[in-house]
């Protein structure tokens, strides 16, 4: 006490400094919050422009975006995950996202599946391997572009392959696995027959990806390229095959048929409604329940940002009608999609 005099204030008159101090930094703190946030989505937004730039530089060259996967065709026409396999529509994008180096090294001719290599450890035997470090494939690398700083989630294995972004299928027929869940089985317009778009043709197929073979021309897009999502943003550790990352060739199929922000339990998150995700039920807030999973999701409150297909971005409310948001999905339902 004492010696709080001969400094010329008392306890009291420090506790009340202090107090003040403490309540400015809570009425700072959310601010701060909120500045850094807004920091990150501009840098989710930018990321997205960048994508759509890849994409139209794409199709510039290959006059058309590009496939959902490179497959052979097996008995019946049916796609096999085999030796066509070489990568995600990412992997063909790398060129023009700045990552022209590393496509150049990967082998495309490697017989086998590459995604799990042919013999694992041995030199020249994975298409997907670092050159002389057999241990760095290259789907474990970090591509910056395809990372929102937004979202949390971990990276899987231990390994820099999540994507936050993913073309769209559209408003495709997304059966429910199992039948555990069936709220929203997409094919609205009769334009997304094929089932999680396992097919080659443009008719079965609602957005401008299958799953296989197919990617759309801009003359495809007969609903306008402002009134058509391109791509959006994917929490990959929300979705059963989004974890797999951004070369997987079966991981980036995503549709707009579930609703922007469709609550899941996601791998190793935030447990939901107090239900972790090993201990969720087989329904629609499932990680594995396709339908609902592999859909647009994203970190930022109340929506997700958006590719269109003329190259803008625009944040899409979660809360917009169901139906508007099909519209913008589909290529070609020839409905007007109104205000969004």
Same mark, same amino acid.
């Given at each position: 006490?004492?010696?709080?005099?001969?400094?010329?204030?008392?306890?009291?008159?420090?506790?009340?400094?202090?107090?003040?101090?403490?309540?400015?930094?809570?009425?700072?703190?959310?601010?701060?919050?909120?500045?850094?946030?807004?920091?990150?989505?501009?840098?989710?937004?930018?990321?997205?422009?960048?994508?759509?730039?890849?994409?139209?530089?794409?199709?510039?060259?290959?006059?058309?975006?590009?496939?959902?996967?490179?497959?052979?065709?097996?008995?019946?026409?049916?796609?096999?995950?085999?030796?066509?396999?070489?990568?995600?529509?990412?992997?063909?994008?790398?060129?023009?996202?700045?990552?022209?180096?590393?496509?150049?090294?990967?082998?495309?001719?490697?017989?086998?599946?590459?995604?799990?290599?042919?013999?694992?450890?041995?030199?020249?035997?994975?298409?997907?391997?670092?050159?002389?470090?057999?241990?760095?494939?290259?789907?474990?690398?970090?591509?910056?572009?395809?990372?929102?700083?937004?979202?949390?989630?971990?990276?899987?294995? &231990?390994? /820099?392959?999540?994507? #936050?972004?993913?073309?769209?299928?559209?408003?495709?027929?997304?059966? !429910? %696995?199992? =039948? +555990?869940?069936?709220?929203?089985?997409?094919?609205?317009?009769?334009? &997304?027959? /094929?089932?999680?778009? #396992?097919?080659?043709?443009?008719?079965?197929?609602?957005?401008?990806? !299958? %799953?296989? =073979? +197919?990617?759309?021309?801009?003359?495809?897009?007969?609903?306008?390229?402002?009134?058509?999502?391109?791509?959006?943003?994917?929490?990959?550790?929300?979705?059963?095959?989004?974890?797999?990352?951004?070369?997987?060739?079966?991981?980036?199929?995503?549709?707009?048929?579930?609703?922007?922000?469709?609550?899941?339990?996601?791998?190793?998150?935030?447990?939901?409604?107090?239900?972790?995700?090993?201990?969720?039920?087989?329904?629609?807030?499932?990680?594995?329940?396709?339908?609902?999973?592999?859909?647009?999701?994203?970190?930022?409150?109340?929506?997700?940002?958006?590719?269109?297909?003329?190259?803008?971005?625009?944040?899409?409310?979660?809360?917009?009608?169901?139906?508007?948001?099909?519209?913008?999905?589909?290529?070609?339902?020839?409905?007007?999609?109104?205000?969004?």
């Amino acid at each position: 006490m004492h010696l709080f005099r001969r400094l010329g204030f008392t306890l009291i008159e420090l506790l009340v400094v202090i107090a003040i101090i403490a309540v400015l930094i809570a009425l700072l703190l959310p601010a701060v919050q909120q500045a850094r946030e807004a920091a990150r989505r501009s840098t989710c937004k930018n990321n997205l422009k960048q994508l759509g730039l890849a994409m139209h530089n794409y199709h510039s060259t290959a006059k058309q975006f590009p496939l959902g996967t490179t497959q052979i065709q097996g008995v019946g026409g049916r796609p096999t995950w085999s030796a066509g396999s070489k990568g995600s529509y990412l992997v063909h994008l790398l060129p023009y996202l700045d990552q022209a180096p590393m496509y150049n090294k990967l082998d495309f001719a490697v017989t086998g599946t590459p995604w799990q290599c042919p013999s694992p450890g041995v030199p020249g035997q994975c298409s997907f391997e670092a050159q002389g470090d057999v241990s760095g494939l290259y789907r474990h690398k970090t591509i910056p572009t395809l990372i929102c700083p937004s979202d949390t989630s971990p990276i899987r294995d &231990g390994h /820099s392959n999540k994507s #936050n972004y993913a073309l769209s299928m559209g408003n495709q027929a997304m059966p !429910s %696995r199992g =039948g +555990w869940c069936n709220l929203f089985p997409g094919n609205n317009f009769s334009t &997304g027959a /094929s089932g999680h778009g #396992n097919s080659n043709a443009p008719g079965s197929i609602s957005g401008i990806i !299958s %799953r296989v =073979g +197919w990617g759309a021309k801009i003359r495809d897009i007969t609903d306008g390229t402002s009134n058509t999502i391109a791509a959006g943003e994917i929490r990959p550790q929300c979705g059963d095959h989004l974890r797999n990352g951004w070369f997987h060739f079966n991981s980036l199929w995503v549709a707009t048929t579930a609703p922007i922000n469709y609550p899941i339990a996601c791998v190793r998150e935030d447990p939901l409604n107090g239900v972790a995700w090993n201990a969720i039920p087989q329904s629609c807030n499932h990680w594995q329940n396709w339908q609902t999973s592999q859909g647009f999701k994203s970190r930022h409150t109340g929506g997700s940002h958006f590719l269109l297909c003329d190259g803008s971005v625009r944040f899409i409310s979660e809360n917009i009608n169901y139906q508007t948001y099909q519209r913008l999905g589909d290529r070609r339902d020839g409905e007007v999609v109104g205000d969004f």
